[in-house]
Each structure stands twice: as C-alpha cells, then as structure tokens.
C-alpha cells in the first residue's frame, strides 16, 4: 500500500488471495454463524442420546453373550510341560491342595498352572545344580588347593536353590498380591457403602464395584468380581463369600465376610457396618505407616555408619590433618 493512495479491498487482502476468494469465506462463515444459532435455539432431548446409547450397549452385551465362545487352545509349551508332569506322575494327589491354594492365592487361575509349577520344580534343580557345577570346575582351576574342598558345595547348594524357587517365587507373588489387596481394602469399603445406601443388592454391588475398580485395583477387583459370579450361580451366598475369604486369606477380608454373612443373616443395615470397617482400615494403615516410619531410624544406623560418618570424619579432620602436617613440615626445615 502507497502513502497517500485510498484504500481498496484488494490491497488489504493477503497476497494470492483473490476478491472472489474473500467473497467465498465470508458467505462461508456467516452461513455456518447461521446454522450454528439454529442448531441452539432447537430445543433438544438429553435422554433420548442416553436411552439409544443403553439399548445399543443392551443388544451388544446379549449378542456377546448369546454368541458361541471358542475355547483358547493351550500354548505348545504348556502342553509338553503337561506331557511331562503327567507322564512322570509328579502331581501327587495329597499336595494338589495345597499348591493350589497357593497358586490361587498368588493370582495363578489357570488350570494349567499346577502343571507348569510342578515342571518348574523339576527342571530349575538341573538348571542351577549344572551351573553350580560350571563354578565348581572354573573355581577347582583358580581357587588354592586348600579351599578345593568347599567348591563341591556348589553343585548341591544349586539344586537345592532349584527346588526352592518355584515356592518361593510364588510365595513373593501372594505377597505382593495380598500388600495391593490390603492397600485397596479402604476404598473398597467407601464404594460398597455408597452402593448399599443406593439400595443395590449384593450381587449388584460387587459387580459395580469390580467395574469400578479394574483399573485402579485390579487384584480385588478380580476377586470382587468372581464372588459376585459366584453369588449368582451358587445355591448359597455364604459358600461365595467364604471362598473370598480364602482366596484372599487377610484379616481384613475375613473381617468384611464376616459382617456381610452376618447382615445377610440377621438383616442389619449393611452401610452401616461397612463405614464402621473402612474407618477401622484406614487407621490401621495409617498405624502400619506410623510404624514404618518409627522404624527409619534403626534400619539407617547401619548405612549411616558405613557411608555418612567415614565422610564426615574426612571433610572435619581433613583440614586440620593437613595444617598439621604442614607446620611439621615447617618446623622441620627450621
């Protein structure tokens, strides 16, 4: 644009951009301003959406459980480790329970997975006790003659650790599933509060609460969830809630069968108890992190000993053994 000439409409549009172009837009734009102003002033239904979105999730939900379900073919490992164990006969029938408990207490449901453990136990002895022997042999050529005689522990002490791992590896596994489950008892309780006050039955209520927690807590979710299955197909309620309190073997969840088998038996508000149980479970959580805490102190006397004093010692004597040093040397010239 030149200082002193008028302004037209071709000077302001942006370079490339035609007259008829900026015509086009501006048609554009106040037709959509006109559509959108429609749009608003029609007065809309917010149910109806929600109605069709329950209907359409309805007929998906019974086709999917109308539709024939195909049967997951077992993996070929899975299947040579089953030959195995059962070609040798080492499931014995007075410790099938026993290892299925806990199995199932670890979070292994599978049918398959006593299979697997008891193969596992059979071959990680080998597997370690070769590697022991392994040691044996490089430490018979490099260790002194009068030490030889300790490397022969290795090859035993390999196959007992074999024998060993498979429980203790499924031991760690209970553990960690039962720390998640303790952990997520409190907000369990606040959420079955809330859907017994909302008047849902007890199956009704732990099947909303497994939904609702299968992301955040997916351990007691997954038990929430098969109790309620349970409930539903199992002659007695309590048999359902008993088998909770033994796949999830805590005190905690033993408390909160106990008061749920006693409201269902003697008709007691359930909200009630409920609220009672999760304040009790809040505060022992919050004495179990008190204890922790108080623990702190004992458990870095060690650590403070070996690494922060040595170095403290340094950076405080240090200098001082230096300027020591120094004068010793000075009045030795002198």
Same mark, same amino acid.
């Given at each position: 644009? =030149?200082?002193?000439?008028?302004?037209?409409?071709?000077?302001?549009?942006?370079?490339?951009?035609?007259?008829?172009?900026?015509?086009?837009?501006?048609?554009?734009?106040?037709?959509?301003?006109?559509?959108?102003?429609?749009?608003?002033?029609?007065?809309?239904?917010?149910?109806?959406?929600?109605?069709?979105?329950?209907?359409?999730?309805?007929?998906?939900? !019974?086709?999917?459980?109308? @539709?024939?379900?195909?049967?997951?073919?077992?993996?070929?490992?899975?299947?040579?480790?089953?030959?195995?164990?059962?070609?040798? !006969?080492?499931?014995?029938?007075? !410790?099938?329970?026993?290892?299925?408990?806990?199995?199932?207490?670890?979070?292994?449901?599978?049918?398959?997975?006593?299979?697997?453990?008891?193969?596992?136990?059979?071959?990680?002895?080998?597997?370690?006790?070769?590697?022991?022997? /392994?040691?044996?042999?490089?430490?018979?050529?490099?260790?002194?003659?009068?030490?030889?005689?300790?490397?022969?522990?290795?090859?035993? /002490?390999?196959?007992?650790?074999?024998?060993?791992?498979?429980?203790?590896?499924?031991?760690?596994?209970?553990?960690?599933?039962?720390?998640?489950?303790?952990?997520?008892?409190?907000?369990?309780?606040?959420?079955?509060?809330?859907?017994?006050?909302?008047?849902?039955?007890?199956?009704?209520?732990?099947?909303?609460?497994?939904?609702?927690?299968?992301?955040?807590?997916?351990? #007691?979710?997954?038990?929430?969830?098969?109790?309620?299955?349970?409930?539903?197909?199992?002659?007695?309620?309590?048999?359902?809630?008993?088998?909770?309190?033994?796949?999830? @073997?805590?005190?905690?969840?033993?408390? #909160?069968?106990?008061?749920?088998?006693?409201?269902?038996?003697?008709?007691?508000? =359930?909200?009630?108890?409920?609220?009672?149980?999760?304040?009790?479970?809040?505060?022992?959580?919050?004495?179990?992190?008190?204890?922790? @805490?108080?623990?702190?102190?004992?458990?870095?006397?060690?650590?403070?000993?070996?690494?922060?004093?040595?170095?403290?010692?340094?950076?405080?004597?240090?200098?001082?053994?230096?300027?020591?040093?120094?004068?010793?040397?000075?009045?030795?010239?002198?």
């Amino acid at each position: 644009m =030149i200082k002193g000439q008028p302004i037209t409409l071709a000077g302001i549009l942006p370079k490339g951009m035609t007259e008829n172009e900026m015509y086009m837009v501006a048609a554009g734009v106040v037709l959509l301003s006109i559509v959108g102003i429609f749009a608003g002033m029609r007065r809309s239904n917010p149910m109806a959406s929600k109605i069709k979105a329950i209907q359409e999730r309805r007929k998906f939900l !019974q086709g999917e459980s109308m @539709a024939p379900k195909k049967r997951k073919k077992p993996e070929t490992s899975v299947n040579f480790m089953r030959a195995v164990v059962t070609r040798l !006969q080492l499931i014995k029938r007075s !410790q099938i329970g026993k290892t299925e408990s806990l199995l199932i207490e670890a979070g292994f449901r599978s049918k398959d997975a006593i299979y697997v453990y008891t193969f596992f136990t059979l071959v990680m002895p080998f597997i370690l006790g070769g590697m022991g022997l /392994f040691l044996m042999q490089y430490s018979l050529a490099h260790v002194s003659p009068k030490w030889k005689m300790f490397n022969y522990i290795w090859p035993v /002490f390999g196959a007992y650790m074999g024998l060993k791992v498979p429980g203790m590896y499924a031991a760690n596994a209970r553990k960690k599933r039962y720390k998640a489950i303790q952990k997520s008892l409190p907000d369990v309780l606040d959420l079955m509060t809330i859907c017994a006050e909302a008047g849902l039955s007890l199956a009704a209520m732990l099947d909303r609460v497994a939904r609702e927690l299968a992301i955040s807590y997916p351990e #007691i979710a997954q038990e929430i969830a098969m109790t309620s299955i349970e409930i539903g197909f199992l002659p007695d309620r309590n048999k359902a809630l008993t088998n909770l309190a033994e796949r999830a @073997a805590l005190p905690e969840v033993r408390g #909160i069968v106990s008061v749920l088998i006693q409201t269902e038996k003697y008709g007691t508000p =359930i909200a009630q108890a409920l609220r009672v149980l999760s304040a009790e479970f809040r505060t022992s959580r919050m004495l179990r992190a008190e204890e922790k @805490a108080a623990k702190l102190p004992a458990l870095m006397t060690i650590p403070m000993i070996l690494f922060i004093l040595p170095t403290l010692f340094i950076v405080i004597i240090a200098p001082a053994a230096v300027k020591l040093m120094d004068t010793i040397a000075a009045n030795s010239t002198n």
